[in-house]
């Protein structure tokens, strides 16, 4: 039997005043996803519980079957372990965005999407200014980076009590009452305040202004934690697995569950990405594994701008290149199953995360359709097949 999960992030969303009153997804022309649901089962799942962030690193912790609850320690080392940084038992790793803050307003959490060339070139002025000694600040894809704190041996200040705020939650909102709290936060805000002086005129920022792009005006330190212990997941569920995405939290989500990842090339985590190349790849890597998993970041990234249009296009390109060649492939190894989910909500009326149910379409081998002829966030509102937890949704979909 072989299995692919095809993650569009975030594409769960509230009817939409600019889309006649549908969401993104009934509004899409979607007729590969609407197959599934037309020969599967269409139902809802809940991977986010409530008390947790409803975040992506929660969400697929779930979606891969993982009680979060019991597993979750923080974003940021999940990243750290795709970007092969070993952590310490007592060390901690702490996400690091490149953001633009203008008149203590969140302008942009992505510094204008800036290059990882030039983050490379902020987070090595951060280094030698502000880093050394527990401190290790790590560029890496974009504006998304890493800064480690060593213990060195050390108690180190932060604990889950350490409470930080996702900049992709503050867009056009005031930062003020954002900052990090609780222990250890001293040395986050600290951190944060003194790299806006480092960047203020950094040869980076001095280019990126002259051309009329947003400048970094400091880094946004959150989601720290420290390494969690997570079974493999041959061991757990039997079946071998590979990750194919362009973002280090599912990579290292990957590395933790002893998956290898497939890098695609012209895969960039937003809306320019190579949906064709991640099908073609996904079809490929079914001759060796049991279960691909296929993760698009796009509609996550338009929902966080507050697009629309592009979050609907977003989805038609995935169903297009992703799902339809993909579920044709599936055909040609006997029994398979197929299932289609995003991990989490992203509002666009907010432009941020969410908690809440999302809908998922699930259909091959053994599994009896339902009535529902359309995958959209209504059709599953509508079924009585729901999961409160969704990490259960696994076992369901292997069993």
Aim: hydrophobic letters at 40%.
């Amino acid at each position: 039997m072989k299995y692919v999960i095809i993650i569009p992030d975030g594409c769960a969303d509230e009817p939409q005043e600019s889309l006649d009153g549908q969401t993104p997804l009934q509004s899409a022309c979607v007729p590969a996803m609407d197959a599934l649901a037309a020969a599967g089962v269409v139902g809802r799942s809940n991977n986010t519980p409530e008390c947790l962030p409803p975040g992506s690193d929660v969400a697929n912790l779930s979606v891969l079957g993982y009680d979060p609850i019991e597993h979750y320690t923080g974003r940021a080392p999940l990243e750290a372990a795709a970007r092969g940084i070993e952590l310490g038992p007592e060390d901690w790793a702490v996400r690091c965005n490149l953001v633009t803050v203008e008149d203590q307003v969140m302008r942009d959490f992505t510094a204008g999407h800036i290059s990882s060339e030039e983050a490379a070139g902020l987070l090595g002025a951060a280094q030698e200014r502000l880093g050394g000694g527990r401190l290790e600040f790590h560029a890496g894809v974009g504006y998304r980076n890493l800064l480690i704190y060593r213990s060195s041996g050390g108690e180190p200040p932060f604990s889950r009590d350490t409470t930080t705020t996702p900049p992709h939650d503050l867009t056009d909102k005031p930062v003020l009452d954002a900052y990090p709290r609780g222990p250890g936060s001293d040395v986050l805000v600290r951190l944060m305040s003194e790299s806006m002086e480092v960047f203020a005129d950094h040869p980076v920022n001095v280019a990126r202004s002259e051309a009329g792009k947003l400048p970094a005006t400091n880094i946004w330190l959150w989601g720290l934690g420290s390494t969690p212990q997570l079974p493999r997941f041959a061991t757990q569920y039997g079946k071998s697995g590979a990750m194919i995405t362009a973002v280090d939290l599912l990579r290292g989500l990957a590395v933790l569950i002893g998956w290898p990842r497939i890098d695609v090339p012209g895969a960039t985590g937003y809306t320019d990405t190579d949906y064709a190349a991640k099908g073609r790849c996904a079809s490929e890597a079914l001759r060796e594994f049991d279960l691909v998993f296929v993760h698009v970041e796009a509609t996550d990234e338009v929902s966080h701008e507050g697009d629309a249009a592009a979050k609907v296009k977003a989805l038609e390109e995935i169903d297009r290149h992703v799902v339809a060649p993909v579920h044709e492939a599936l055909k040609g190894h006997g029994e398979y199953r197929v299932l289609v989910m995003p991990d989490h909500p992203t509002l666009l009326r907010t432009k941020t995360h969410a908690h809440g149910f999302v809908p998922f379409a699930m259909a091959g081998a053994g599994i009896e359709p339902d009535a529902a002829t359309t995958y959209d966030d209504p059709t599953a509102d509508q079924s009585r097949l729901v999961f409160e937890e969704g990490w259960k949704l696994m076992s369901h979909f292997l069993s």
